[in-house]
Nanobody
C-alpha cells in the first residue's frame, strides 16, 4: 500500500488546515487509517485513527475537539481536518495504514506516507 499526503503548509495560530491521504495499491476500506506527527527533536506520536470496521475514531488528548478524521472509501482517501491550530501542532504529519482488517491500535500501523509539513505561526 502506498500512501501520499497532501494539504500541509503554513498557517497562523487559530487557523485551519485539511490534510488528505490518498492510498494506492490497496483499499482503505479494509484498513484502519491513522495520522502521526513528529516535531523537531521529538519522537513520532499518534494523532488519531479511524477503524476500518465501524469508522470509530480515537484521538490523542491534545487534539480532541479540534481535529476530525474522516474516510472516503469510494475515493480511497482519508482526511484530517485540523482546526484551532496551535504552535505546538507544528510537525511533519504522516498518514499510516494497518494491515487488512486490523484494529486501530498504534502498534498495528505498518504502511507509511512520506509526510507533509504543517507549520503554525504566531
Amino acid at each position: 500500500v502506498q500512501l501520499a499526503e497532501s494539504g500541509g503548509g503554513l498557517v497562523q495560530a487559530g487557523g485551519s488546515l485539511r490534510l488528505s491521504c490518498a492510498a494506492s495499491g490497496g483499499t482503505v476500506s479494509s484498513r484502519s487509517m491513522g495520522w502521526f506527527r513528529q516535531a523537531p527533536g521529538k519522537e513520532r506520536e499518534f494523532v488519531g485513527g479511524i477503524s476500518w470496521s465501524d469508522c470509530a475514531t480515537t484521538y490523542r488528548d491534545s487534539v480532541k475537539g479540534r481535529f476530525i478524521l474522516s474516510r472516503d472509501n469510494a475515493k480511497n482517501t482519508v482526511n484530517l481536518e485540523m482546526n484551532s491550530l496551535k504552535i505546538e501542532d507544528t510537525a511533519v504529519y504522516y498518514c499510516a495504514a494497518t494491515g487488512r482488517f486490523d484494529e486501530n491500535w498504534e502498534s498495528r500501523y505498518v504502511y507509511w506516507g512520506q509526510g507533509t509539513q504543517v507549520t503554525v505561526s504566531s
